[in-house]
């Protein structure tokens, strides 16, 4: 069974610094893509990070030199580092894996694509 718990999140002025976690149980990393999405109210789930089996990551233009994906194997972990935050930033954060690692390289992740979705968390990032 596939289980996705997230952490981290929070309020923070802009310009701040957060990382997300998210802890995977039941896959084995070497066969899931995997990424982070993001959701305001009224708008659609954006994909901004995506991560697949050979760690080679895939970031939305909106995100790109801020964010950082990454995984620990051994924490069976997924995260995502956010620098020099922005008030556009301000969403409620999931993290989702899927099975099969190399369908994601190089794709922005869609959320039709992900199966398997973590609780959410917010993020608020404040002038």
């Known amino acids: 069974q596939v289980q996705l718990v997230q952490s981290g999140g929070g309020s923070v002025q802009a310009g701040g610094s957060l990382r997300l976690s998210c802890v995977v149980s039941g896959v084995m990393y070497h066969a899931w893509c995997m990424a982070w999405f993001r959701q305001v109210p009224g708008k659609e789930r954006e994909g901004i990070a995506g991560?697949?089996?050979?760690?080679?990551?895939t970031y939305a233009d909106s995100v790109k030199g801020r964010f950082t994906i990454s995984r620990d194997s051994a924490k069976n972990t997924l995260y995502l580092q956010m620098t020099s935050l922005r008030t556009d930033d301000t969403a409620m954060y999931f993290c989702?894996?899927?099975?099969?690692?190399?369908?994601?390289?190089?794709?922005?992740?869609?959320?039709?694509?992900?199966?398997?979705w973590g609780q959410g968390t917010q993020v608020t990032v404040s002038e």
């Open positions: 991560l697949d089996s050979d760690e080679v990551p």
């Open positions: 989702a894996v899927e099975y099969g690692g190399s369908w994601c390289r190089g794709n922005m992740p869609r959320g039709r694509d992900y199966k398997y």
